[in-house]
């Protein structure tokens, strides 16, 4: 047996612990709320702009807030809601429920951030950034000195 055979059950040990952390899925590493927390996004793009589709059933367009930061958008949602079971004038269940999350999407550089529109419906938030017109490079004669 070598000297070094002792360090085997180590590397394997942590080899073990890698492989598991990396096929496990975000909810089992910090909980499940933490993924329900993040809606789905679709992504899609066309000749005249760009298009978020999120999934964000159960809310109104009021609790959302959307906004330009450093050349990224965000969309951030805080929302509580108070549900009360009352009987016989006494509280026998009190749940109170909050939703809130933050997404933030780079944005390319020939996007219009003036024109961008949002709308909210049937629980899909659909955000249309627009293209921007493609800038002319006119000529410009260089004097030579």
Not at 20 to 26: A, D, G, M, Q, V
Not at 44 to 53: A, I, S, T
Not at 85 to 101: A, I, P
Not at 122 to 128: P, S
Request: aromatic share 10%; net charge negative.
């Amino acid at each position: 047996m070598s000297r070094y055979s002792s360090f085997y059950p180590v590397k394997n040990i942590v080899g073990s612990f890698v492989d598991e952390f990396l096929n496990r899925s975000i909810s089992d590493i910090v909980g499940g709320d933490f993924a329900h927390n993040l809606p789905a996004v679709n992504l899609k793009e066309n000749e005249g702009n760009y298009q978020l589709e999120m999934a964000a059933p159960g809310l109104t367009k009021e609790d959302f807030k959307i906004f330009l930061e450093n050349k990224q958008l965000v969309i951030e949602v805080k929302k509580e809601t108070k549900s009360e079971t009352e009987e016989n004038g006494k509280v026998l269940r009190k749940e109170f429920n909050y939703s809130e999350f933050k997404r933030t999407f780079s944005l390319p550089e020939n996007v219009d951030s003036d024109k961008i529109g949002a709308t909210y419906e049937k629980g899909i938030l659909l955000v249309t950034v627009p293209k921007a017109a493609p800038k002319e490079n006119p000529t410009t004669q260089i004097h030579i000195s």
